[in-house]
């Protein structure tokens, strides 16, 4: 699967964003999928997971009730949706895709097969 993330953009503190994530094929629904960021000097992080149905979802602590990931399985598409964002947020955001047979989101970087390029997500004070 190719995937291809867009959305992102330079915002203020406060303000709000929808990260897209596309993804090529007919078999979409087979894959977990994931939004990882990675800030400068830092290391690649969780933020948001989800399972194949959107039916399940994880999220990272500190974007707790300000981020919702969503998935819409007839577009191949996986969201992000940014709100009350802050500058910490800002990083470089990928989304990634896992085949799986079972129905949990999947929160272990390393276990993500597939990665988009990444969009670049820039929070102003």
């Known amino acids: 699967v190719q995937l291809q993330a867009s959305g992102g953009g330079l915002v203020q503190a406060g303000g709000s964003l929808r990260l897209s994530c596309a993804a090529s094929?007919?078999?979409?629904?087979?894959?977990?999928m994931g939004w990882f960021r990675q800030a400068p000097g830092k290391e690649r992080e969780i933020v948001a997971a989800?399972?194949?149905?959107?039916?399940?979802?994880y999220y990272e602590d500190s974007v707790k009730g300000r981020f919702t990931v969503s998935r819409d399985n007839a577009k191949n598409t996986v969201y992000l949706q940014m709100n009350s964002l802050k500058p910490e947020d800002t990083a470089l955001y990928y989304c990634?895709?896992?085949?799986?047979?079972?129905?949990?989101?999947?929160?272990?970087?390393?276990?993500?097969?597939?990665w988009g390029q990444g969009t670049l997500v820039t929070v102003s004070s």
């Open positions: 990634a895709a896992v085949r799986r047979t079972n129905m949990y989101a999947v929160v272990t970087t390393g276990a993500y097969d597939y």
């Open positions: 989800i399972n194949r149905s959107g039916g399940s979802t």
């Open positions: 094929g007919r078999t979409f629904s087979i894959y977990a």
